[in-house]
């Protein structure tokens, strides 16, 4: 895509004022990072609060009597349980067991349901929704933008913006105003993000997004953060990033998410099944698969980047990596990756090839680093 058929978010032009370096990322202008610069952007957000532009993902609602059930046919979670007010994780799955999109689901209502989606795979989400719940009200609050707060000074600012979301714990939000430029603006605001720091997730109206985000910086905690840092806090904390570490070829077994298929919705369960390539789970966890994603300690200062391969003691290629960078709270190298199931044991020492040379490595466990998500 083309820089003149790139999409801007509400905060384009903020984005700019503040310095940002803008790259190309699901179809918008991103900013990679802002003057402050990818480490120091990173380990603010771990020390401070860092404000994070992500009005490229798609926000849904969708609202009907029964959307809980027709919603439970696309994806493993027990959505007739989940409490008002209250989000999941969740993952579209395929007929092969493959994995559409990861997503956010929160329960508004009764009958009504709150939906992130990756900008990525937007457009593919939307469609495959629409599909499968044809009946029901469907709509794209394309007229919203979406900012993440991150890290422990968070809710210290929030404490000051919206006093209720301040009670939030993770995984759970509330309908607050924030009075901006002397209006009062309804906001939507979890608890949640996807740095591994406690945090919030602020959906408000596009046309006092900006204002709201200035509000927001002015305070001294509180830095720009762009897409760079946002990828290695991510990383350090073992979260998945579509298209690169989960995807259509990869299933939620696979990728060590069986956590995100309801112990209701297992086989045995209480509701077990009907959800797409329910059969083929079922039979993964039941006798195992071939491949696995596992963390890596990495011998050594230099970053091992998606793609570079893993090879046996004996140089046979059995796997690759998917993330890997520079984690600098960890102070070091840290990637995630695929490799066959026989290598996958917390401790099998493997290879990265790197320019020619064979950098060790190690299967580990994740998060690389703690997360401090509030409870």
Known sequence: MSDTELLNTPLYDLHLELGAKMVPFAGYAMPVQYPLGVLKEHLHTR?????????????????????????????????????????????????????????????????????????????DDIAHLQQHLQSFELEVLDNRALLALQGPQARAVMDELAPAATELRFMSGCWSTITIDGNDVDCFITCSGYTGEDGYEISVPAAQATALAKRILAFEQVEAIGLGARDSLRLEVGLCLYGHDIDLTTSPIEAGLIW???????AGGDRAGGFIGADVIFDQIDNGVSRKRVGFNIEGRAPIREGAELVDGKGNVIGKITSGGFGPSKGGPVAMGYVNSEFAAIGTKLGALLRGKTIPLEVTKMPFVPQNYAR
């Open 260 to 266: 995100s298929i309801s112990k209701s919705r297992r």
């Open 47 to 123: 020390e401070q609060a860092g404000l994070f532009d992500v009005s490229h993902m798609g926000q849904v609602r969708i609202k009907g009597k029964g959307v809980a059930e027709a919603l439970e046919k696309l994806v493993p979670v027990d959505l007739t349980t989940l409490p008002l007010m209250k989000q999941t994780y969740a993952v579209f799955t395929q007929e092969d067991g493959g994995i559409l999109d990861d997503l956010i689901i929160t329960r508004w209502a009764e009958d009504e349901f709150f939906l992130v989606v990756n900008a990525g795979c937007k457009q």
